[in-house]
């Protein structure tokens, strides 16, 4: 079973427009957290936010925004006011306590931002 | 400060080669970790270092080896190369296991 669940494998989004990428996970742990990592075209991993499971604020980092709903194990990532170098790869993964805190990643969705 | 660094970046290799793919960190980073990334795919972690001296196996431990003599470098190591491990290989450390990661900028492999 997918322990990360990223359900978009593409989009395509109007430049200054938000966008919600989605993320669902799957842990029977209390102890865990979320994280969204960007992959450029250029291929690096740049990471960009990190909720932990026992967060009762939703993670914020300048134009992004996790929206965490624990009930729903849910971790959407929100991007504000898009821009061309939004467009890349965008990776949810997750950390368990139970599974020595290593992360796992989901399958990634592909964000086309249009001009 | 250089971060995460891996060489090299681009290989080819024939079918039953060896190589190593070298790793390292100058950040004083506790943890790293070996992930491949086959295309249009996630990362899947091959083999994991809590520190100078310990390892441990990932997702997809097969085919490789590893080894964490010092805190600053954690090779990898394909004994027999198979097609099936035609791949972009990452490197990443944290300096705690609840970190982000460092994500070295990668280690594109072709197996022929």
């Known amino acids: 079973a997918q322990k990360i669940t990223q359900t978009q494998p593409g989009m395509f989004v109007q430049e200054k427009e938000a966008v919600t990428l989605d993320c669902t996970y799957d842990?029977?742990?209390?102890?865990?957290?979320l994280f969204w990592y960007k992959q450029p075209s250029s291929g690096e991993m740049i990471f960009l936010i990190y909720?932990?499971?026992?967060?009762?604020q939703n993670a914020t980092e300048g134009r992004y925004s996790l929206n965490f709903q624990k009930a729903r194990k849910s971790a959407n990532l929100v991007i504000s006011a898009s821009q061309l170098g939004d467009s890349a790869m965008y990776f949810c993964?997750?950390?368990?306590?139970?599974?020595?805190?290593?992360?796992?990643f989901g399958k990634g969705t592909r964000l086309h931002i249009l001009p | 400060n250089a971060g995460v660094t891996q060489t090299p970046k681009f290989r080819i290799l024939k079918i039953g080669q060896s190589m190593t793919l070298q790793c390292t960190q100058d950040?004083?980073?506790?943890?790293m970790y070996w992930y491949r990334q086959d295309p249009g795919m996630g990362l899947k972690l091959i083999y994991y270092?809590?520190?100078?001296?310990?390892?441990d196996k990932g997702e997809v431990p097969n085919g490789y080896n590893v080894s964490r003599s010092t805190t600053e470098d954690f090779p990898l190591r394909l004994e027999l190369a198979a097609p099936s491990q035609t791949s972009v290989y990452f490197c990443?450390?944290?300096?705690?296991?609840?970190?982000?990661?460092?994500f070295g900028s990668g280690t594109r492999l072709t197996v022929v």
């Open positions: 990443a450390s944290s300096y705690h296991k609840r970190d982000g990661y460092t």
């Open positions: 842990t029977s742990d209390q102890s865990y957290g």
């Open positions: 909720q932990g499971s026992y967060d009762e």
């Open positions: 993964a997750m950390r368990e306590a139970n599974r020595d805190d290593k992360i796992i």
């Open positions: 950040m004083n980073h506790n943890y």
């Open positions: 270092s809590v520190g100078a001296g310990i390892t």
